[in-house]
């Protein structure tokens, strides 16, 4: 925690006083998942220390919320709750209005959806709120739901991971695809090794994964946090169609362009909206192994459009015995 602590020196108010009350109260905030009342949070306080009055722990609250360590809540309770957001990347909630508990996931369709319109209304936005109310597994089925245990880094990392790896796995489809489609040798040769490095990082991606699950016994089997419907079924995946269509190797690099440069924007673009969290690093990192082969890729297609051009320009001997 007190690595927590001195990350979070940042956020204080310039001049603002150290305060023991106010770090107290911080770490007490910061080792809670979920959502609390600030009375729960004075509950809280108050078993660890009872010299600590309820206006304090409000007063620190709103600090709290000012400075971005907490975010503010309505679940139609008629009070606000508080969760923190130190590596908590945002989320909309579902609420279940009988047991009151709630959910959290996030739907990368839903934000693209909010800033088209936002865009089209020339609306600067800077928080959306997403509350969906109603009834829970549990409470409609009297089954107990798979465990909830809130969004944790962990779990975001997880389905960071598992939305790379669909990704990785339609461009290993899409190259063996266009490595089989393409009749020149040469063309052959450059899609086989672009589909052997996407197996080696395949591998890598998924090793990471083990080594996540790892860290959990039951992150597998936690709910989904992140919805990427667009994403979903790998960015390649309508490149593969058309490749599988039949094509030469110029076209097959051109569809491959575009996809890597759709998949490099795609996942830069979303990580660095994201809070410091291991799944924000999950994007990044993979949004560069991304370029990476962008690049390859351009590179591949220059020097075929080379040898195509020094092609035409050799005169053909039919051409010769013409002229
Ligand atoms: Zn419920
Ligand atoms: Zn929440």
Known sequence: MTETL?????????????????????????????????DDLVELIRREDQGISRATVYRTLQWMVEAGIARKVDFGEGRFRFEHSYRHPRHFHLICKKCNRS????????????????????????????????TCAE????????????TTDLLFARDALRIAIATEQSGLEFYSRAARAVENPRGRLVFTRLADEERAHLAELEARYRKLLARDPQLESRPTFLFFKGAANGLFAAGAEQVARGVDDRHALLIG??????????????????????????????????????EKLVREYRLLVARETRARKRPRPAARARG
Request: glycine share 8%; proline share 3%; aromatic share 8%.
């Open 103 to 134: 959910s959290e996931f996030l739907s990368s369709d839903i934000e693209a959806l909010i800033e088209e319109v936002a865009a089209a209304r020339s609306f600067s936005a800077n928080q959306s709120v997403l509350q969906i109310y109603g």
């Open 257 to 294: 362009i575009r996809c890597e440069r759709a998949s490099h924007r795609f996942f830069k673009r979303y990580g660095e909206q994201f809070e410091e969290t291991e799944g924000k690093q999950v994007f990044l990192e993979f949004a560069d192994a991304e370029r990476a082969h962008l």
């Open 6 to 38: 001195a990350e979070l020196d940042g956020l204080r108010p310039p001049g603002g006083k150290r305060s023991n009350k106010r770090e107290k109260i911080l770490n007490v905030f910061l080792r809670q998942e979920g959502h609390l009342s600030a």
């Open 139 to 150: 409470c409609r089925t009297g089954r107990p739901a798979p465990v909830d245990g809130g």
